[in-house]
């Protein structure tokens, strides 16, 4: 392994293509193709929100095996398994037509998701800590808002006529490159941990709730719920509303992905200029407001103005969220991180089986924004409460 140690910029930017290939790309591209596949006859709608719920389960296990693994080195060790997983599993996505193995895949690829979505910002953040850069930290989000972008494109590659399974090789070609690039030069990344290493008073794993973190930890359950129903199924949603030929089920996605290309930076400036917790009440407004858009304003409207807030904020949300929560316990701030993580995927979790439930008793998708807002309340009033116990 190199031992020399890579530039700043280039730390953050091999960061930032981890989220784009395991995050932007491997999972949320899910959302733009499940209408198409549903209507290449590969699964139902029903059936689609099923394979979305083992994805965010992989994502769960995956948070965490990285609570597990926390240190430095165990991360290193890690990520390069995580990113074969991740790479593997989306080939077999290109060849596979059987329900059953698709879930499977949609496993597998949640659990690479998981790991390398909590060990790469924890890791990175560590490294820019012992060189006074944290407030840099924030920024490697946006490869998930790249990813999200190009997710929207690669769904629907012009001059082809993919369909079924052969949709997901754009996205599959695209990752093994940017994975192999970006995960060397994360291995790269040498952090002096032998003091923590040696110490005797590490924290037991139940120091991480405390008076001044279960609020964060309340607040982020609500907002892992809340975003997680509008950004799975906002152009199914669409589509059910408008109708399948409608022009905004394809470009309600894009203007997701071009509204949180930006917010990364966004967000880490406000994080910075007002303070992460205040930062984080004003994100959870925004995010509330747009699901509220999508229910009670008609016709395209509503998905217009919850695709342009949602994806303007619910990254800020992961960012303000993470640096939160390692000022409030910075000699644990790895094993913190994969505990929110973790507790994210949960009510992430929960959201597709909850839609599937509700689908399952003659109700609609677009009713099941009802229960996102209820969530995203909750993760407003509980990130006030944070904010009163940490001053």
Request: with cysteine; net charge positive; charged share 10%.
């Amino acid at each position: 392994m190199p031992s020399r140690q890579p530039s700043t910029l280039h730390a953050v930017f091999a960061a930032a293509a981890l989220l784009l290939v395991v995050h932007g790309l491997g999972r949320f591209i899910f959302t733009p193709l499940m209408p198409l596949l549903v209507d290449d006859g590969q699964f139902s709608t029903g059936e689609g929100a099923a394979i979305a719920t083992w994805n965010y389960l992989g994502y769960l296990l995956g948070a965490l095996a990285a609570i597990r693994w926390h240190r430095p080195g165990q991360i290193r060790a890690s990520i390069p398994f995580a990113l074969a997983l991740h790479c593997l599993t989306l080939v077999g996505l290109a060849v596979s037509e059987q329900l059953t193995l698709i879930t499977l895949l949609r496993l597998g690829n949640g659990i690479s998701n998981g790991l390398i979505f909590v060990m790469v910002p924890a890791l990175l953040m560590e490294w820019l800590a012992a060189r006074q850069r944290i407030g840099l930290s924030g920024l490697i989000y946006l490869g998930v808002g790249t990813g999200l972008l190009l997710s929207g494109v690669l769904a629907h590659p012009p001059g082809t006529s993919l369909t079924s399974a052969a949709r997901w090789w754009p996205v599959a070609l695209l990752s093994l490159p940017l994975a192999l690039w970006g995960g060397w030069l994360m291995l790269r990344l040498n952090i002096d941990t032998t003091s923590q290493d040696d110490s005797a008073s590490t924290p037991a794993p139940s120091a991480l709730l405390d008076a001044r973190t279960w609020p964060l930890f309340l607040a982020y359950a609500g907002a892992g719920l809340g975003y997680i129903l509008p950004m799975t199924f906002l152009p199914m949603i669409a589509s059910i509303q408008l109708g399948s030929t409608h022009p905004m089920v394809q470009q309600s996605w894009l203007i997701v992905a071009a509204a949180t290309l930006p917010a990364a930076w966004l967000w880490n400036h406000l994080g910075l200029r007002l303070g992460d917790q205040r930062a984080l009440l004003l994100n959870y407004a925004i995010q509330l407001l747009s699901v509220i858009a999508a229910l009670t304003l008609p016709g395209s409207t509503g998905i217009l103005l919850c695709s342009v807030l949602m994806g303007s904020s619910f990254l800020g949300a992961v960012l303000l969220t993470q640096r939160l929560g390692r000022s409030l316990q910075p000699h644990q701030g790895p094993r913190l991180s994969a505990a929110l993580i973790a507790l994210y995927s949960v009510t992430q979790l929960l959201g597709p089986w909850l839609a599937r439930a509700w689908l399952d008793h003659d109700g609609t998708l677009p009713e099941t924004l009802w229960l996102g807002a209820g969530a995203l309340a909750w993760a407003l009033a509980w990130t006030w409460r944070t904010g009163r116990a940490t001053r």
